[in-house]
């Protein structure tokens, strides 16, 4: 175990697969108490379970992070359970919808039905507003420092097809420079991290199909999908004291599908 988040607790949502998963198990490896929040909550209970199966605290807490009173609840459930909460990793998220047409094409811009837009706004938008504001307030209401990783994409910077998941993306890393600069005289860091593709459940029929996979990894120089892992690490360096001087950046661990 670690000592890089020693005293430390995190509040990580997606936590039950993925990404997010992989965030909490890396932060509780590095001393980190961590609340896995999700959805899914069997899935975050199987990433609590792993933690303690390798001597770390966990606990696993229900959240849809389209509902704004909701995250308030799980940021009182974190608090309650740990003391605090000093770290906010926000990986909830879903990916773009496809049309059920045999040729698989996905939808534009001026097809996508507008209920479907909306909610890959409120979840990867809006869900991750209401999870940096809730543990923003809870910070400066207790005059505490504070690190918030959100989890965009290099989408925010490369337009995708149907435009909701880029929007949403691009949304998330305007609102981390905008919190950044509201946030830095209080010792609260707001980062975001941009991935390319990468191998978890959200991608998995991206990676069942032949042809998609070769038109995503077209996109990508280092011509391969990247590892929960290897974003997990850029979020432990943003979340750690190493990044102490950083706020309002977007780093992308995305196989050089975004440089610039």
């Known amino acids: 175990m670690g000592e890089t988040l020693r005293g430390r607790v995190a509040l990580i949502t997606g936590g039950g697969s993925g990404i997010g998963r992989a965030c909490a198990l890396l932060f509780a490896r590095e001393g980190a108490r961590v609340c896995a929040a999700d959805l899914r909550l069997e899935g975050a209970a199987e990433t609590v379970r792993t933690i303690e199966a390798e001597g770390g605290e966990a606990l696993a807490v229900p959240v849809d992070v389209s509902d704004a009173t909701g995250v308030d609840r799980m940021v009182g459930a974190c608090v309650e359970a740990f003391g605090g909460v000093d770290i906010l990793v926000a990986a909830a998220g879903i990916a773009s919808a496809r049309p059920p047409s045999p040729d698989n094409e996905p939808y534009t811009t001026l097809t996508i039905p507008l209920d479907q837009f909306r909610r890959i706004m409120e979840i990867n938008f809006y869900g991750v507003l209401y999870c940096n504001r809730a543990v923003a307030r809870w910070l400066l209401e207790h005059g505490r420092s504070g690190s918030i990783v959100n989890i965009a994409s290099a989408a925010a910077k490369v337009p995708l097809p149907g435009a909701a998941y880029s929007v949403s993306k691009a949304g998330v890393w305007m609102l981390t420079k905008a919190l950044a600069m509201e946030l830095a005289t209080a010792g609260i860091r707001v980062n975001a991290i941009g ?39 850029v979020a432990l360096f943003l979340a750690s004291d190493a990044a102490s001087y950083m706020t309002g950046e977007l780093l992308h661990p995305s196989g050089g599908m975004f440089v610039g």
């Open 195 to 233: 991935p390319g593709w990468i191998d978890t459940p959200m991608t998995a029929a991206l990676r069942d199909d032949e042809a998609r996979l070769r038109w995503a990894l077209s996109l990508t120089p280092m011509g391969r999908m990247g590892k929960p892992e290897e974003v997990a690490s």
